[in-house]
């Protein structure tokens, strides 16, 4: 049952589609790491925005929420100003926090990719992956952000 306020809620804007869902989405993927005993192992991220995240995540905030969400940032509890000084932190040691803790080395152009074309499932796709040391994948998981900031898990194909 979903209750007025999952409809109405506040968080970062534009659009919770680009902005709540894969905040949600990037914590989420690191909730998993941890529950699965992954996140002291994770070396690096790859985080793959696509379809209409990937045309315009950047100029509707996808990439602060994801860097933010990746460091355990929650939209309904967020400091939008200490977000954004947060990201420019991440953006000028080129570290990132995961759950603001586990410490990685993290360069935007090279983590964090756009791409035009869908995942199968939605138009508001995205692919986290996890890498160890020797880079060798420890996990890969996709989200979709479907609306109103709600994501769903799907397979990333």
Known sequence: MISIF?????GIGP??????????????????????RLLAATATLRVALHGS???????HGSSEAVLAGLEGGQPELIDVDAMRARVAEIRASRQLHLLGGHILRFVEPEHLLYFRKPLPAHPNGMRFEA??????????RSYYSVGGGFIVSGVAT
């Open 6 to 10: 999952d409809l109405f809620k506040i």
């Open 15 to 36: 659009s919770s589609s680009h902005t709540v869902g894969p905040m949600r989405a990037a914590r989420q993927f690191v909730l998993e790491l941890e529950r699965e």
């Open 53 to 59: 995240l990937g045309e315009t995540g950047k100029g």
């Open 131 to 140: 890498f160890d040391a020797a880079g060798a994948p420890l996990a890969e």
